[in-house]
């Protein structure tokens, strides 16, 4: 699978909506449920599914979607 | 644990990508059967979820709901059980299992929703549907003594305190460490005596993973005043100072046994203050649910095992006696460890039985026989080898020990088995077995369905008390009239007020009592101590021994005062001394107290419940006549002026045992 779909399946599993569509341009503030809670729990499930780790200050900036497919792809998830 | 998982992995993936595009153009119906069979033991969590999601669409709430729960049996991850947590709560709680409801209190000293979540998801897999009140971040204490915080307004069953050790007040080195660790356990004893004084909550302790990154090196393990030492000396001072009281959950051994270096993931606590790492909160969230669950006790009773691969290596009646592994080489002295902790299990009052697909010859032969076994015939309160279905053979059992199914975790090795048992006696726990033998001690070990409140005397003699009632039934169809056979028990029984020493089996008494409980009114212990000051109250329990066993405290009653009548608010028996006249012979002390007090009649109510439709007679059965029912409720009466106190010629009533020869 594309990472871009892999992505989508995760936010549909962890916003627990099965209709949620991801664009490069997608960050936090275009998802209502995204927020701060949300986002540990978000890091934490892309941690195990794609078997990375981020750094303490990764883990608090990576909000939007296309740094975060580099960011996967960097680490050849991709 | 990839040891725990058994084959198939290849095939699985197939068949799950074929159900996905099954499910996308629309087939829901045809994907289910296909993630069934990708299914493994234990199941994948992913796919439980997968089931859980495709029934919801064909609308089957009540098959999702459980294939939700499954994920709490498959694995700690927290990202399907955060999903789980989600489904179970969309559902209306009418198509949810029954449940016990419970009200928590979540007081912590990090950041604890999604412990809060996962707990409610944990509980619910255990049977108690749980409504959480969090704090505000760490404001537990603020809580805890303002006695109009929003904590005694919820009016908690549980307080659960979820705190990490760096909350402890503690310098990283005292000079007067005695003094520095007194005065850390006198803050957190003064929280518990004040949850207790205010509220009718139990108080449930998280105590404290105590860190590896130690400035001291090697040398604080013997610095008394190094922080390291004093936070293992609060651990152990706050189990001391818990007794009966307070509940604990062994935070520190849960870190210790994942591993410290994942229960403690640094950049989450100092991003969002979660002092406990989010791969390890389900597993957290399940012993805290164990710990809630056996308070409330819903603890199992009995662990029933297989014998060929379970118990011993090959199958006895091909292998023989010589050929059987045990005692000698890996996996022999693997099945000496597993029997031994088997048998550490009994001591602490699971009851054993043996449900085999052998002869009944030849199933034995290894327990008269063989050198190594560590468990012996005796040991086991029921024995059942045949070539019947398990699931039927599961059913007698627990009919003989006179428990129900929910009270049964089942371990065998076979995955058919325990598949058979998950399908056809849905109720009974099943232990997932790894196939190395060595690794069976550690998968029983981490069932928590024997997590007991207390250790009670009775919890000892337990299994004794069960083997001593599987001799009765025997006896029972051997003796002559029933008078008889009664007379031929030696009964006797000490009946007496609640007191201090016998509160916290009282409680547990009331706590899980379900068959035969005339009103299921669960009291807790401020309750009773309260029953206990009223003077217009009568209270007791009664003790009762025979020639075969001591069965402890059994039975009890609570009645109050109203003019001349006597109300009973309570009466309930241990269902393993039930057809033994004990109900007449606790009525024979009421009715006496009761004239003392100058009433002239007993009344008594029965309010059908799920389970007590056994004792729905009970009051006719004792001689009280009917009086009256309304929606379900029955009353009865029996007028002491009349008849006379009740009277039980079986069982002999005395001050304190006196010894016997010839016991059994």
């Given at each position: 699978m594309e990472v871009h779909e892999q992505l989508e399946a995760l936010f549909r599993d962890v916003f627990d909506d099965e209709n949620l569509a991801l664009s490069d341009e997608t960050t936090a503030r275009d998802i209502p449920k995204w927020d701060s809670l949300a986002h540990i729990n978000l890091m934490f499930s892309i941690e195990q599914a794609f078997g990375v780790r981020f750094k303490g200050n990764e883990l608090a900036e990576m909000k939007n979607i296309g740094e975060l497919k580099q960011f996967l792809v960097s680490k050849g998830r991709g | 644990m990839a040891e725990r998982f058994i084959a198939r992995v290849s095939d699985s993936a197939a068949l799950m990508t074929r159900a996905d595009e099954l499910r996308k153009s629309g087939k829901v119906g045809d994907a289910i059967p296909l993630y069934l069979e990708a299914l493994s033991d234990p199941p994948q969590a992913a796919l439980c979820l997968k089931l859980a999601r495709s029934y919801e669409e064909l609308g089957n709430i009540s098959e999702a709901c459980r294939w939700a729960l499954a994920v709490v049996d498959a694995e700690d991850d927290f990202t399907s059980w955060q999903a789980a947590a989600r489904l179970v709560q969309r559902f209306p709680l009418e198509a949810r299992p029954k449940q016990r409801i419970a009200k928590v209190a979540l007081l912590g000293s990090y950041t604890t929703t999604q412990l809060g979540q996962m707990l409610s998801l944990a509980a619910s897999r255990r049977g108690i549907r749980i409504e959480v009140q969090e704090?505000?971040?760490?404001?537990?204490?603020?809580?805890?003594?303002?006695?109009?915080?929003?904590?005694?307004?919820?009016?908690?069953?549980?307080?659960?305190?979820?705190?990490?050790?760096?909350?402890?007040?503690?310098?990283?080195?005292?000079?007067?460490?005695?003094?520095?660790?007194?005065?850390?356990?006198?803050?957190?004893?003064?929280?518990?005596?004040?949850?207790?004084?205010?509220?009718?909550?139990?108080?449930?302790?998280?105590?404290?993973?105590?860190?590896?990154?130690?400035?001291?090196?090697?040398?604080?393990?013997?610095?008394?005043?190094?922080?390291?030492?004093?936070?293992?000396?609060?651990?152990?001072?706050?189990?001391?100072?818990?007794?009966?009281?307070?509940?604990?959950?062994?935070?520190?051994?849960?870190?210790?046994?994942?591993?410290?270096?994942?229960?403690?993931?640094?950049?989450?606590?100092?991003?969002?203050?979660?002092?406990?790492?989010?791969?390890?909160?389900?597993?957290?969230?399940?012993?805290?649910?164990?710990?809630?669950?056996?308070?409330?006790g819903l603890s199992r009773k009995c662990l029933v095992l297989d014998l060929d691969n379970t118990l011993w290596g090959g199958v006895i009646a091909e292998d023989g006696l010589a050929g059987i592994k045990l005692g000698d080489g890996v996996d022999g002295e693997a099945f000496v460890a597993f029997q031994e902790y088997i048998l550490k299990l009994k001591q602490k009052g699971v009851i054993l039985a043996v449900c085999s697909k052998n002869n009944h010859g030849d199933a034995m032969l290894p327990f008269e026989k063989h050198p190594e076994m560590r468990l012996k015939r005796d040991d086991f309160a029921v024995f059942v080898a045949n070539w019947e279905p398990k699931p039927q053979n599961i059913r007698r059992i627990a009919q003989e020990l006179g428990i129900g199914m929910d009270a049964l975790v089942f371990v065998d090795d076979n995955p058919v088995e325990r598949e058979a048992m998950r399908q056809f006696a849905p109720e009974v726990e099943v232990?997932?077995?790894?196939?190395?033998?060595?690794?069976?001690?550690?998968?029983?070990?981490?069932?928590?369905?024997?997590?007991?409140?207390?250790?009670?005397?009775?919890?000892?003699?337990?299994?004794?008390?069960?083997?001593?009632?599987?001799?009765?039934?025997?006896?029972?169809?051997?003796?002559?009239?029933?008078?008889?056979?009664?007379?031929?028990?030696?009964?006797?029984?000490?009946?007496?007020?609640?007191?201090?020493?016998?509160?916290?089996?009282?409680?547990?008494?009331?706590?899980?009592?379900?068959?035969?409980?005339?009103?299921?009114?669960?009291?807790?212990?401020?309750?009773?101590?309260?029953?206990?000051?009223?003077?217009?109250?009568?209270?007791?329990?009664?003790?009762?021994?025979?020639?075969?066993?001591d069965h402890g405290l059994v039975a009890l009653i609570i009645a109050l005062q109203e003019g001349t009548v006597l109300d009973i608010d309570t009466w309930l028996m241990s269902c393993r001394v039930i057809g033994r006249t004990v109900e007449a012979t606790i009525m024979e002390q009421v009715c006496r107290r009761a004239q003392e007090l100058g009433c002239t009649s007993l009344r008594g109510t029965y309010i059908p419940s799920e389970k007590n439709a056994m004792a729905e007679e009970a009051y006719a059965k004792v001689g009280f006549d009917l009086a009256g029912r309304v929606d379900g409720q029955v009353t009865w009466t029996y007028d002491l002026l009349a008849k006379g106190p009740i009277v039980n010629r079986f069982v002999e009533t005395v001050d304190a045992w006196e010894v016997k020869d010839g016991g059994a």
């Open positions: - | 704090s505000q971040y760490g404001q537990y204490e603020q809580d805890i003594i303002d006695p109009n915080s929003r904590l005694y307004a919820f009016d908690p069953d549980f307080v659960v305190l979820a705190v990490h050790e760096g909350d402890l007040r503690l310098p990283e080195y005292s000079s007067a460490p005695q003094e520095s660790i007194g005065v850390e356990v006198a803050r957190w004893t003064a929280l518990w005596r004040t949850v207790r004084e205010r509220s009718r909550a139990r108080v449930v302790q998280h105590n404290f993973a105590v860190p590896c990154d130690v400035p001291a090196g090697h040398l604080a393990a013997r610095l008394p005043g190094s922080r390291y030492m004093m936070a293992q000396a609060v651990n152990a001072r706050l189990g001391e100072e818990a007794g009966s009281a307070v509940s604990i959950v062994d935070c520190d051994r849960l870190s210790s046994f994942v591993g410290k270096a994942r229960w403690f993931d640094p950049r989450f606590w100092h991003l969002a203050k979660q002092a406990v790492a989010l791969e390890v909160v389900p597993m957290l969230a399940r012993h805290t649910a164990a710990v809630i669950g056996a308070d409330l232990v997932p077995i790894p196939e190395d033998p060595s690794y069976y001690l550690r998968a029983l070990s981490q069932c928590l369905s024997f997590e007991t409140s207390s250790y009670t005397q009775e919890d000892a003699a337990r299994a004794e008390q069960y083997r001593a009632r599987a001799k009765i039934r025997e006896l029972e169809s051997a003796a002559g009239s029933i008078e008889e056979f009664y007379q031929s028990l030696h009964m006797q029984a000490i009946v007496a007020p609640f007191d201090a020493v016998n509160l916290p089996r009282i409680a547990q008494l009331i706590g899980k009592t379900n068959q035969f409980n005339l009103t299921t009114k669960r009291h807790g212990i401020p309750q009773l101590e309260s029953f206990v000051k009223d003077p217009r109250c009568i209270h007791l329990y009664l003790r009762l021994r025979d020639r075969f066993a």
